[in-house]
């Protein structure tokens, strides 16, 4: 990509300041302020929609090229000892290739030369910078094994000694491998810094860059003497929510660059033990990966104060070379405390948006589950994701193991208005969100806007100065300080429209020492990756990953649906209920004539309020007995596949075609206390609804029928608090 960026926060508030970090090739570009407001170019809807602001961002500013340091790897101020030493270390090599990768070494200081310990590319392990030729070992490591690797260098005999042993036996793995060699002395220009997992750090213009980067687990990392005394070790178990390098017994301290998977188990692993919380004797791996990214860390190109007078809104960062153009999106919310703000207001997803960020999944479509899919949007976008390891938490690295963690500090294409999803060639998240966005400003609505990073970091005071909060498509990773927050709210009174689909789903963290990087462990539901057994846990809060429902967290509870199933062909209508047109429900279906609500144009997949990923009222799945189902959908076809939390084992009707599937979006109301209120669409194109019949569909009137009672007072047919 010729220009792009990203900023250092995505919510803020008035007078508060920001930074962007501009990547341009061209030497100069233009910038300019705008809110957005509709970000979907389908020519079937309203069209794409920006006001251009006024601002002391706009105007043509000089850039620059900036690289992107991928890599993960540990960096610790430990020179090598003068006298005869031992490294001595595990490993678990996952990829080896295309180069050499360091597993623990001193670099020369220039970037090019270095000491220590290497996986080749064919996978033999090296001591490199010995002599003139490295000491290998006889066989290659086998991928996915345990194995201990032992350099003993004795300076006095001028003789190496290296040492390969696997954990457990095999014909390709073999015994003990030993070789031997002469060892021609310490590099003289080594700069003290020991290194896990990269050969090297260069220098870069925005900071160190990993090279010669390992993939695969490294544990218990030691230095010993000649009499086998430790000289200085490391335990990877240690605050491993953090990008600390804990040394023990006095041993230096050190630090990860970019965000190594935490965590994980080690060769001891599965130990003598039945818990399923990490141990420190179980759980002292560290996994690097060559394509991990965390803060890219470029120079601040911009710094922007909020004006006090910014209204609340989704605003951008308009960037334009020659035929280049992109958005850095941000969201300005109402000022702390509450005063002047709006009753209404839009809880934008952020957090869906980070784990979502530069999804590059490629849908196989035996079954036609994703006829409308398009894998040739944005070629260059997506090849600029892959080319430097950006992709999101949906995707695996290149060793084929889960991405877990993911940044606000790098390009995210997807986190864009004009963006379309390749798996179904329209808006997704961020994108899709603006439909809500334009047909709220479009009715004259005023409204603030709120985010996930807001609710996670303040709690139920960022939904406090709000009667009523309408939630985006799909908001479907959440933390536990939103989930106490949301419901906290909820207890007191607040009226919540939750219109989307799959939401409340997966348990997330966000890492307290780098607030702008998230995590997300899958092990079940519905995902595009498994982690390992024993690799469940959310390594930057401590707390059991995978799904809010398996924590007894369900949707359900407070929302009264939950995900059902999903597809990418077409959407679907829903059929309304008897109990919908009981007089106490009139106000919701004020100018809907019909029985059948949502069957009509739809900018995501076409047709249909009810598609994508949709959720159902279940009571034996949490949803209180006081909800009303108020519609249901009827029709999906069989490229619509139930979740696969949704069944104990496999059955031949588990696609939508069939009701035996579960597959349905509910539309559920439901009172709360002190006079709250909960109305849940169950989908996640609900809101493509809203404009693409002129502003005028069933869903529009159903929308605004909800959200006007909801502004107002008591709701007709609300029990006595
Ligand atoms: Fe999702």
Not at 129 to 137: F, K, T, W
Request: net charge negative.
């Amino acid at each position: 990509m010729n220009l792009t960026g990203y900023s250092d926060r995505w919510s803020v508030r008035p007078g508060e300041t920001m930074t962007f970090h501009v990547h341009s090739v061209a030497p100069t570009y233009e910038a300019r302020l705008v809110r957005l407001i509709h970000g979907d170019e389908n020519p079937r809807g309203p069209g794409f929609k920006e006001i251009e602001l006024d601002s002391s961002l706009d105007g043509v500013h000089a850039g620059a090229p900036r690289i992107i340091r991928k890599g993960s790897c540990g960096v610790v101020d430990c020179p090598m000892p003068a006298g005869s030493f031992t490294l001595d270390m595990w490993i678990r090599p996952t990829l080896p290739g295309p180069d050499r990768q360091g597993l623990m070494a001193w670099p020369s200081g220039d970037g090019g030369a270095a000491f220590g310990l290497f996986l080749a590319a064919d996978g033999h392990v090296e001591c490199v910078g010995a002599g003139p030729d490295p000491l290998r070992s006889q066989r290659p490591v086998v991928l996915r094994q345990w194995y201990r690797v032992r350099l003993a260098v004795d300076r006095a005999a001028g003789r190496a000694s290296l040492t390969v042993q696997p954990k457990r036996w095999s014909p390709e793995a073999g015994g003990v491998d030993r070789v031997e060699g002469a060892f021609g002395g310490a590099i003289a220009d080594a700069d003290g810094r020991l290194l896990f997992a990269a050969g090297a750090l260069e220098a870069a213009d925005d900071g160190p860059r990993p090279i010669e980067v390992y993939n695969g687990k490294i544990a218990r990392p030691r230095i010993l003497d000649a009499g086998d005394a430790t000289i200085a070790a490391w335990d990877f178990a240690a605050k491993a929510g953090t990008a600390s390098l804990v040394g023990v017994d006095g041993s230096p301290d050190g630090r990860t660059l970019n965000r190594p998977a935490r965590m994980m188990t080690g060769p001891d692993w599965p130990g003598a033990t039945n818990s399923t919380a990490p141990l420190p004797e179980t759980h002292d791996a560290i996994h690097f990966h060559d394509d991990d990214v965390s803060d890219v860390g470029w120079p601040v190109s911009h710094s922007f104060a909020i004006p006090d007078d910014l209204k609340s809104g989704v605003y951008a960062l308009r960037l334009r070379s020659g035929d280049a153009e992109d958005y850095l999106p941000f969201f300005v919310c109402p000022p702390r405390g509450g005063a002047g703000a709006e009753r209404l207001a839009v809880l934008m997803p952020t957090m869906s948006y980070l784990a979502y960020a530069n999804e590059s999944l490629e849908v196989g479509d035996a079954v036609g589950m994703s006829p409308l899919q398009d894998m040739g949007i944005t070629p260059e976008r997506y090849a600029y994701v892959a080319e430097n390891g950006l992709k999101s938490l949906y995707d695996v690295h290149r060793d084929g193991s889960g991405i877990a963690y993911g940044s606000r500090r790098r390009p995210i294409i997807d986190f864009r208005p004009k963006a379309r999803c390749r798996t179904f060639d329209a808006p997704h998240q961020f994108a899709a969100d603006l439909h809500l966005i334009d047909w709220l400003t479009t009715k004259g609505y005023a409204f603030d806007v709120i985010t996930d990073d807001l609710l996670h970091h303040e709690g139920a005071s960022a939904l406090d100065p709000h009667r009523v909060v309408v939630s985006g498509s799909h908001p479907e990773y959440w933390t536990t300080p939103m989930l106490d927050a949301r419901d906290d709210w909820l207890d007191r009174g607040g009226r919540f429209l939750y219109l989307g689909g799959n939401g409340f789903y997966w348990v997330t963290g966000v890492a307290e020492d780098e607030p702008d990087v998230i995590e997300v462990r899958r092990y079940a539901g519905t995902r595009t990756w498994a982690g390992d057994p024993g690799e469940e846990t959310v390594s930057v809060t401590g707390e059991r990953g995978g799904l809010w429902r398996d924590r007894g967290r369900p949707p359900n509870d407070r929302l009264g649906v939950a995900f059902t199933g999903q597809g990418f062909d077409r959407g679907a209508a829903y059929h309304r209920s008897e109990a919908s047109f009981a007089p106490e429900f009139s106000w919701i279906f004020q100018g809907v004539d019909d029985a059948v609500v949502g069957a009509g144009r739809s900018l995501v997949l076409g047709h249909g309020a009810a598609g994508f990923e949709v959720d159902k009222a279940d009571v034996m799945n949490g949803t209180p007995p006081h909800a009303v189902v108020l519609a249901s959908t009827r029709g999906f076809t069989d490229a619509y596949q139930a979740a696969i939390e949704c069944f104990a084992q496999i059955n031949p009707w588990q696609g939508g075609s069939d009701p035996r599937s579960g597959i349905q979006s509910d539309i559920l109301f439901m009172h709360g206390p002190e006079g709250g209120a909960v109305f849940s669409a169950g989908s996640i194109i609900w809101s493509a609804t809203l404009s693409a019949s002129g502003y005028d569909s069933d869903t529009s009137r159903i929308t605004g029928n909800v959200i006007d009672a909801f502004l107002g007072g008591p709701l007709p047919g609300a029990p006595k608090t």
